[in-house]
Structure formats: C-alpha cells, structure tokens
C-alpha cells in the first residue's frame, strides 16, 4: 500500500513523476539509452536542461534577460557559503529565523561581518521577527523563506534597498511571490522540485562580479552562468526529475493553481490543531507554514496510543525533529488533500478514545 508521505525531505514528489523517471532509467523517450547512460553534453540531456530552467523561471515569473538558473550540487548548505562568495564585500545583513538561518549566518562570518538584524532563537524560533528594517550599507540581505524545522513562514518579506538572497528550500513553487524582490534564490531540489542532489539557483546576473576577491571556481556564479549550469557535470538525474516535476506542477494550473491546493491543506490541518483538546500547535498563529505544520501533544502519555493509530492509517515521517518533539506535518505540493483528512481522522479517533 502506497504511504501517506509526510517526510520533511526528501519528500512526496508526484506518481506520475516516478513512472516517467523509472521508464526513462530503462529507456529514455524510446532512445534505446537510460538516462543514467547519456552524456551531459548529449542533445537530450542539453535539451532536457533547458527545458528544467525554462519552467523553472516560468514558474517564478522571471525574465529569462536578466536572471540565470542553475542546477548545482552540494544542497542548499552549499549555498550558505557560495551566496557569501559572491555577494559579500564586506558587511551583510541576516535574518535568524531558525537552524537553517544560523548555519548560513555561521558560513557567512568566515567571509565578512555579520549583522543579524533579528532573531527568533529566544522562543526556540516559534516566530518570524518583524519590528527590524534593513540597512543600506550592507551589501547584500539574506532570509530563509520557510522554516523547515520549526514550521514557520515568511508572509511579508521586508523592504530592502539592497539585494536580496533567500534560502527557499522548502517552500519555493508553492505560492506565488513577487520572485523579482530576490536577486539570488537557492533551494535543495529535494522538496517541492526532484530528489536530493540537486539545488537550484536563480540568480539576477546584474548583482554578480561586484566583490574583489578571488573565487573559485566551482564556487563562482558567473563561471556557472558563463557556461548555463553545465561547467562541470550536472546532477543529470535530479534535473530529469526536477524537470518532470516542473513540468508536473505545470499541468497542475502551475504555483498559483497549487497554492490554492496547499492553503487547503493547511487550513484543514492547522482548524483540528486548534480544534483538538489534545493537541497544541507550535509556531505563532500568524507565521504559521503552510508547507510544515508542527505540533505537539499536550499529554505525552498518549504518544505510543497516536503513533499506533498513525501507522494503522499508513502514514510515515510525521515525526517533528528533535529541536521541536512532536509532530510535523510536511505538506509539499505533491501530497494529496486525502492524506491530510487521514491524519485529521487518527487525531479525531484519539480524540474519541483518550
Ligand atoms: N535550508 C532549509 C530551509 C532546509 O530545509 C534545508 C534542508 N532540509 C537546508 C537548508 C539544507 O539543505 P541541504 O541538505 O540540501 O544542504
């Protein structure tokens, strides 16, 4: 029986999206070759490359003129220190909502200053700060737009009249924004895009080549602009499959069409979170995910009675991480409302019998 998948990431990722990837692992488009066998620099896989960053920019709505994308390796912890690289003169500004910020504000500071302009560590980051104004004499501002761990979610990025670097792993292609705010976005595929092992960059080419040292290569965006993404080997699997799940988000009516899919998923999730005496949420009201909703249970006494009930329905990885216990419910674009009704129904059955 299929699971109901609520891993944090890597995650649910499409049916279909499966089917295609494993035929074409034994065929590709009838070419008598897997895609594991094909060069990088074959016509296939250069169009299939293409094909990834077309919808990935489509998707984001931004101009193919001025913003590059590109499929790297090394997760978006990669990202921590290859933003810092390119963008960091001297000073930036960061915003700590959560492990994820703190480890790119951690890399950062081996390459310049650090001004953290707010944090959320003092409530074990159960909210996003908002009383705080970036500065203008900083070179660039870094935010994490979905706090993976601890289920929280930018709503209204700050103005910034300095570029903008955001960490979106976890919740990129899953509401609209205005994408144009960011000039470097990263995201490990391994969420609302593909498997692990490749993360996605859109970079705005206008803010590179400003900084006077000396970056290597394989850390530099613009040696990897300079060759569209293909200056070493790509992931070539992880982009077959993010392009098929771009592709799949597509035929979905595209991120404003799933938006309104994920806002019904949360909202159905967050009403018995609230509604159930058993049960307490974790992040403030307002900052609530609507990609990670993270809860506990009020009586630990009845964790073994819940988890039984959970893998009687079928559903795997609602486990919260250890910084936060309890439960977190990951409702990536590719997981069905029926799956959330499963979990709303052992909470109500725990209800019922507790
Ligand atoms: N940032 C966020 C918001 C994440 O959720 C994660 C991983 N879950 C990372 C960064 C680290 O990503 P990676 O493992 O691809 O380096």
Redesign the pocket.
């Known amino acids: 029986m299929k699971k109901h998948n609520f891993s ?2 890597p995650c649910i990722l499409p049916q279909e999206v499966f089917q295609k990837a494993s035929q074409a692992v034994l065929n590709l488009d009838d070419s008598g070759l897997s895609i594991l066998e094909i060069s990088h620099r074959s016509k296939a896989f250069v169009e299939i490359m293409e094909k990834a960053q077309d919808l990935a920019l489509e998707h984001l709505k931004l101009p193919k003129e001025e913003y590059q994308i590109l499929f790297l390796q ?7 220190i290859m933003s810092a690289f390119n963008l960091m003169q001297t000073k930036a500004a960061y915003l700590d909502t ?1 492990s ?1 910020s703190a ?2 504000i951690k890399e950062a500071k081996l390459l310049g200053e650090v001004n953290v302009l707010a944090s959320s560590k003092d409530k074990n980051y159960n909210y996003i700060p908002k009383n705080f104004q970036v500065p203008t004499d900083v070179d660039y501002f870094h935010c ?6 601890f289920g929280t979610q930018i709503k209204d990025f700050p103005k910034a009249n300095v570029p903008v670097v955001c ?4 919740d990129i292609f899953s509401r609209e924004i205005d994408f144009s705010y960011f000039d470097v976005i990263y ?5 609302n895009m593909g498997p ?1 092992g490749a ?1 996605l960059v859109a970079v705005k080419k206008s803010c590179l080549g400003k900084v006077d040292r000396k970056i290597p290569s394989m850390l530099d965006y613009q040696v990897h602009c300079g060759k569209d993404s293909m200056f070493n080997t790509p992931p070539v699997f992880p982009v077959y499959v993010s392009m098929l799940t771009l592709e799949w988000l597509k035929e979905q009516g595209g991120v404003k069409a799933i938006e309104a899919k994920n806002k019904m998923k949360a909202d159905a999730m967050y009403l018995e979170i609230d509604r159930n005496p058993l049960f307490t949420g974790f992040a403030e009201k307002e900052d609530r995910s609507d990609m990670n909703a993270t809860f506990n249970l009020k009586d630990e006494a009845l964790k073994s009675k819940f988890e039984s009930l959970l893998v009687e329905a079928g559903v795997n990885g609602l486990n919260g991480h250890r910084s936060v216990g309890g439960y977190r419910a990951s409702m990536y674009n590719a997981l069905p409302f029926e799956s959330v009704q499963v979990v709303i129904e052992a909470m109500q059955e725990l209800e019922k019998n507790a």
């Open positions: 944090a990431g090394g997760g978006a912890s990669m990202q921590f959560g994820w480890k790119a994490t737009s979905n706090n993976t761990i960490d979106m792993s976890s995201a490990g595929a391994q969420k692990a993360t």
